[in-house]
């Protein structure tokens, strides 16, 4: 059984530029889950995706948007990036939709110069 | 509003030693979850025990063990005989049963054992 891979592992951008960061769902699973893990805090929910279709949003912009695929993989993608989107990207899967235990991969280290 | 609190920021303990990792809840929902995932150095947020609010069981698995307990909103985790290896970010994490719903997560416990 494959777990929840992602890419890159890390990552440096400046500000003002955009990124995907890329999550592959565990075998199995069918939704993904996003977190934003700054330095030192637990992860903030930033969305997850049901069967190609947002299904929940945490308190995060529009300039953070996201896609699943129809093999169950997921992009997150940030516009406009602030010295603040510095952080540990994490992506989870699960089986169900609701509260499912979550699955996650081994995160993208994003640095916003 | 839903809202996990680990008061212990830090912890640092001698191997072989026992080791308590609090963590209180709020929630207005019956029905719910709460969680203990495990982040070692390397980043991975690693799970390790997943509770719904209707099973106040305790569970033991091998050296750790979890106490719930609903009447004080806990979920308390437990390291029995700890080793270097347990040393890791340790979260208590909170769901509900609604569409979409996220895992609220609390800020975290270090923990360090050292030899």
């Known amino acids: 059984e494959t777990g929840v891979t992602q890419s890159p592992t890390h990552l440096i951008k400046t500000r003002g530029q955009q990124v995907t960061l890329r999550c592959s769902s565990q075998s199995g699973h069918n939704t993904v889950s996003w977190y934003q893990q700054a330095l030192g805090q637990g992860p903030q929910f930033i969305f997850q995706?049901?069967?190609?279709?947002?299904?929940g949003r945490g308190n995060f912009p529009p300039r953070f948007s996201g896609l699943q695929f129809p093999n169950y993989s997921s992009e997150l993608n940030v516009n406009a990036l602030e010295l603040d989107d510095s952080a540990l990207y994490l992506c989870?899967?699960?089986?169900?939709?609701?509260?499912?235990?979550?699955?996650f991969g081994p995160g993208t280290r994003l640095t916003v110069l | 509003a839903q809202k996990v609190t680990q008061a212990q920021t830090e912890i640092s303990v001698v191997e072989k030693e026992d080791v308590t990792l609090d963590c209180v809840y709020e929630?207005?929902?019956?029905?719910?979850?709460l969680f203990w995932y495990k982040q070692p150095p390397s980043g991975e947020l690693v799970f390790l025990i997943r509770r719904n609010s209707f099973d106040e069981q305790n569970e033991i698995s091998g050296r750790y063990s979890w106490n719930f307990q609903k009447s004080t909103s806990s979920f308390n985790f437990t390291i029995t005989a700890s080793q270097v290896v347990d040393s890791a970010v340790y979260f208590c994490?909170?769901?509900?049963?609604?569409?979409?719903?996220?895992?609220?997560f609390g800020k975290g416990t270090t923990l360090s054992v050292s030899s």
């Open positions: 994490a909170l769901s509900g049963n609604q569409a979409g719903t996220a895992l609220i």
């Open positions: 929630t207005r929902d019956t029905t719910y979850y």
């Open positions: 995706y049901y069967r190609e279709e947002e299904n």
């Open positions: 989870a899967s699960s089986f169900m939709v609701y509260t499912d235990t979550q699955y």
